[in-house]
């Protein structure tokens, strides 16, 4: 039975990008088995080195006994990876995967330089990428799709919008250009609605909660979920739901490839889930970026689901962790 005698906060200033900040949590149990977790969203409410302390001395059987845990998606990761690890059971059966490997999208962002985009597509195909993912917004949308798709007719092409559009029009044009999923195209789930009669592709939209993605159901609103981890409480919500957009026959995309690493790790055992049927989003940051071994990412466009090792299946550099940190609390 798992209790938590020591815990750790780390936040750590990641070095890629606009250098963006994860935190990082260490839960240590009375017989000296470590759980770690990571929570790459903006976290909102009680502070950690406030809410984390309450976990311990706490006895529990199983992490999904202690409901919404405090410390968020990082104290709750943290006590998934210690409960699997302390069982030998890996995070993706734990969670009732059943996949080996993912087939994994790249996502292109943005690039005014329609001769840059193939370029990039071309390398990306050429590492063995079937699927991609092209960012577009009003302005930077049809040109770059119909560019792509003459250069590969046969690619499986997926456009995110990241709510930047307030109408159909554009993105209904899309259609004609071979278009598996259009992502995120309206902040209202009456437009995506709207849109998805409109299309032959799958409107993907992304909730943060059971109950954002009923109402999304009820309305119509897609035909595909975009599941990001990072934005539920738990991961027994997520798995939630995913058997909610299962039972509405609805496809889903696992994405969430920020952070150090771990919270990637996470992505992928949800991704093994059986109704993540959609290539997975988990190509950044870059493996250098990571403080787990070996790295999570993909080989050849596909990403292996570790199923050898216990919990998360990586083990974290600990002593990198430390280095990287600009801030660290114990308790």
């Not at 969203?41 to 950690?48: N, R, Y």
């Not at 993605?213 to 009820?218: F, I, K, N, P």
């Not at 990072?230 to 994405?255: K, T």
């Not at 950044?284 to 071994?293: E, F, G, T, Y």
Request: with cysteine.
């Amino acid at each position: 039975m798992p209790r938590i005698r020591e815990l750790e906060i780390f936040r750590i200033a990641l070095p890629y990008g606009r250098r963006p900040e994860t935190v990082l949590v260490k839960l240590t149990d009375y017989g000296g088995m470590v759980g770690w977790g990571e929570a790459v969203e903006p976290v909102t409410g009680e502070p950690l080195e406030r809410s984390l302390p309450k976990l311990i001395g706490v006895d529990w059987e199983h992490p999904s006994e202690l409901g919404e845990i405090p410390g968020g998606t990082a104290g709750d990761m943290a006590c998934w990876d210690l409960w699997g690890r302390m069982n030998g059971v890996p995070l993706a059966h734990a969670l009732g995967g059943n996949r080996t490997s993912l087939i994994a999208t790249v996502r292109l962002g943005s690039d005014r330089s329609l001769d840059s985009l193939i370029a990039r597509v071309n390398r990306h195909v050429c590492a063995g990428y079937s699927h991609v993912t092209i960012d577009i917004q009003p302005g930077w949308d049809i040109e770059p799709l119909r560019a792509v798709r003459a250069a590969y007719p046969g690619l499986a092409i997926a456009v995110d919008a990241r709510h930047s559009y307030t109408d159909t029009t554009q993105l209904e044009a899309l259609d004609a250009y071979g278009v598996a999923t259009i992502e995120r195209p309206f902040k209202d789930l009456l437009t995506s609605a709207d849109l998805q009669d409109r299309v032959s592709a799958a409107v993907a939209v992304e909730v943060g909660s059971v109950e954002e993605l009923d109402e999304a159901v009820r309305l119509k609103a897609g035909r595909a979920l975009m599941l990001r981890p990072a934005r539920f409480a738990s991961l027994a919500e997520v798995r939630r739901a995913h058997d909610r957009a299962v039972a509405a026959g609805w496809d889903i995309l696992c994405a969430g490839g920020l952070g150090a690493g771990l919270a990637r790790a996470a992505t992928v055992a949800v991704a093994s889930l059986p109704g993540c049927t959609l290539p997975s989003d988990v190509a950044a940051p870059p493996r250098s970026a990571q403080v787990v071994l070996p790295p999570v990412g993909a080989t050849g466009g596909v990403v292996a689901v570790p199923l050898t090792q216990p919990g998360l299946g990586h083990t974290v550099d600990e002593e990198r962790v430390r280095r990287l940190a600009h801030e660290s609390f114990r308790a």
